[in-house]
């Protein structure tokens, strides 16, 4: 989600742009949050998350263009998959366990059996260590939240999405202060500022409309979230940087890609049901 001003002369067409694309992408979302559930959830959610780490592949594979790229593709729904299954408590460290063996005895042999040149190696390494939590992890975070209760992945959509249409407008007319210039020379304190104020406002208004009170243990993982959701922001301004793009890809009119669109998401998805798991009263059981 790049804040970048467009010339004059192109920022109508832009502007059009995105608001078609919200249009037609908005009640396509909420539809599959509210009407689907189970395995079918869990598909609709993989299909967006898996498109999110083929364009990271197509983005980073120059760095390492004869490494087995790929397979992430096929690895991030097969991860989020089995971090989604109901097990005992035993059962989850062995999880743990084989998903962290996942992540270096297989990426690593795979690196080895692909016969990737070695001058591709540490990058490919890199490129897949990174990218397979960085997909599958939020995939199934947002399973689990609308497993839960489907409105929660509306509070994390609020946090997100808000925060960083506030960020983006005040960011553009009151931005003074550069946030990360060498990565997202558009980006504002004051940006930054208003777009975290806007998430903890979303909660706020959640809490009130779905528990009839604040809940101040919400209001903590609210801001913890929306926090993150800044980082998530700014790691893939910094990858898209790094590799010398300027979107993730032209899937969206007007916004650019859909790693692009999802980019906080993969940081805040974890961050809020991390806190919704630690602080359980402050979201219906």
Same mark, same amino acid.
């Given at each position: 989600?790049?804040?970048?001003?467009?010339?004059?002369?192109?920022?109508?067409?832009?502007?059009? !742009?995105? +608001? &078609?694309? #919200?249009?037609?992408?908005?009640?396509?979302?909420?539809? =599959?949050? @509210?009407? *689907?559930?189970?395995?079918?959830?869990?598909?609709?959610?993989?299909?967006?998350?898996?498109?999110?780490?083929?364009?990271?592949?197509?983005?980073?594979?120059?760095?390492?263009?004869?490494?087995?790229?790929?397979?992430?593709?096929?690895?991030?729904?097969?991860?989020?998959?089995?971090?989604?299954?109901?097990?005992?408590?035993?059962?989850? !460290?062995? +999880? &743990?366990? #084989?998903?962290?063996?996942?992540?270096?005895?297989?990426? =690593?042999? @795979?690196? *080895?059996?692909?016969?990737?040149?070695?001058?591709?190696?540490?990058?490919?390494?890199?490129?897949?260590?990174?990218?397979?939590?960085?997909?599958?992890?939020?995939?199934?975070?947002?399973?689990?939240?609308?497993?839960?209760?489907?409105?929660?992945?509306?509070?994390?959509?609020?946090?997100?999405?808000?925060?960083?249409?506030?960020?983006?407008?005040?960011?553009?007319?009151?931005?003074?202060?550069?946030?990360?210039?060498?990565?997202?020379?558009?980006?504002?304190?004051?940006?930054?500022?208003?777009?975290?104020?806007?998430?903890?406002?979303?909660?706020?208004?959640?809490?009130?409309?779905?528990?009839?009170?604040?809940?101040?243990?919400?209001?903590?993982?609210?801001?913890?979230?929306?926090?993150?959701?800044?980082?998530?922001?700014?790691?893939?301004?910094?990858?898209?940087?790094?590799?010398?793009?300027?979107?993730?890809?032209?899937?969206?009119?007007?916004?650019?890609?859909?790693?692009?669109?999802?980019?906080?998401?993969?940081?805040?998805?974890?961050?809020?049901?991390?806190?919704?798991?630690?602080?359980?009263?402050?979201?219906?059981?």
């Amino acid at each position: 989600m790049e804040h970048v001003s467009h010339p004059p002369r192109s920022a109508p067409a832009s502007s059009t !742009q995105r +608001l &078609l694309t #919200a249009a037609v992408g908005t009640p396509i979302i909420v539809a =599959g949050i @509210l009407l *689907l559930s189970g395995i079918w959830f869990f598909l609709f959610a993989a299909v967006i998350f898996t498109w999110t780490a083929f364009e990271y592949v197509e983005i980073v594979r120059p760095r390492a263009p004869h490494a087995p790229l790929s397979v992430l593709v096929l690895l991030v729904p097969l991860a989020a998959l089995v971090m989604t299954l109901p097990l005992d408590p035993e059962r989850e !460290q062995l +999880l &743990l366990l #084989a998903l962290g063996a996942l992540t270096s005895v297989g990426i =690593g042999s @795979l690196v *080895l059996l692909a016969r990737t040149p070695l001058d591709e190696t540490m990058e490919s390494l890199g490129i897949l260590a990174f990218g397979l939590p960085y997909f599958a992890v939020p995939l199934a975070s947002i399973y689990r939240l609308q497993h839960r209760d489907s409105w929660l992945v509306f509070l994390l959509l609020a946090i997100v999405w808000l925060g960083d249409t506030a960020a983006f407008y005040v960011g553009s007319r009151f931005g003074r202060h550069k946030l990360a210039p060498t990565i997202s020379p558009k980006k504002s304190w004051e940006g930054a500022a208003a777009g975290f104020l806007t998430g903890l406002a979303a909660a706020v208004a959640w809490s009130f409309w779905r528990r009839g009170r604040l809940e101040p243990e919400l209001l903590v993982v609210a801001a913890f979230t929306a926090a993150a959701a800044q980082v998530g922001d700014l790691v893939e301004s910094m990858i898209k940087r790094g590799v010398g793009v300027k979107d993730s890809g032209h899937l969206l009119p007007g916004h650019g890609g859909l790693l692009d669109r999802c980019d906080a998401l993969l940081f805040a998805a974890p961050v809020l049901q991390l806190g919704i798991w630690l602080l359980p009263p402050a979201v219906p059981h």
